[in-house]
């Protein structure tokens, strides 16, 4: 049986080849359409292939600009019970081979990824995330992720006059590819379920002043948002909600796995 490790695999060469075939065509194509499209095949996958039950929800644009978010990918163990989130930013490599990860949002001065950051500490802590969709159509260097930390760090660097850089390279970001977080890579050494080791790579971006406890991000519950789209499935990727809230993202995605959705990568 597939493992999530073996979709998010397949997902990640998709964008590669999608990257690419836009890029020789002249199209440009824009993070909302690449992250729709994703989302959309990993219900799909997960649902067909896994046999998981997956649900995703749009709740409103503007909710990009309230939480520094793109949208935001729930986990829960069918064995523990736990969840854990990503909450993910998403950025596209544009043809100069740079990301724009300067952005300042019209009418504040807060910074996006500040944002970001600030907004997943709030309520249950989320892991917040940067995710990269780059023109590479091998290996599995298309869908790469940092930690939002790492952003920051990147633009807090001083540059010239003009204070601070708004365009970093592929090397510069340093990112990992997005099958790193859930496909092990010691054959032979699964010491830990695929909530603890998505925990452990974000820590691993981490500096080691940085001190990160398991109940950061791993929880014993999720948001109303989340748990009601199992109570109230619309099998709509679209539509709205009776529940208002601030917290939520623009997307919602949700997840049951199982303790060998993590699989070691050959």
Known sequence: MLRLCEIVKDQTTHI????????????????????????IWLKYLIDKKL???TYIKYYDKGAEFRQGVDFEWWLKSASTGKWISLRVQAKKMHPDEKYRLKHIYKGSKEWQVDRLINKSKKGLKKIPL????????????????T??????????????????????SYSEVGAKPMTDLFCSSRKGAITQNLLQQ???????????????????????SAPSYVTSLFDFPTDSIRGDDATQ?????VFVIATIIDDDDIHVSE
């Not at 940067?130 to 992720?145: E, I, K, M």
């Not at 920051?152 to 365009?167: D, H």
């Not at 809230?245 to 993202?249: A, C, G, K, Q, T």
Request: aromatic content about 16%; overall charge negative.
């Open 16 to 39: 590669g080849h999608f990257m690419k075939t836009a890029y020789d065509l002249g199209i440009s194509v824009q993070e909302e359409t690449i992250t729709e499209n994703i989302l």
């Open 51 to 53: 046999v998981r039950n």
């Open 130 to 145: 940067y995710c990269f969709y780059n023109q590479h159509d091998t290996s599995f260097n298309s869908w790469t992720y």
């Open 147 to 168: 930690s939002a930390y790492k952003v920051k760090s990147l633009l807090s660097l001083p540059y010239g006059k003009v204070m601070t850089r708004s365009t970093f």
């Open 198 to 220: 998505i925990q452990q790579m974000h820590k691993d971006f981490l500096s080691n002043d940085f001190q990160l406890r398991e109940e950061d991000y791993i929880h014993s």
């Open 245 to 249: 809230s601030e917290d939520r993202p």
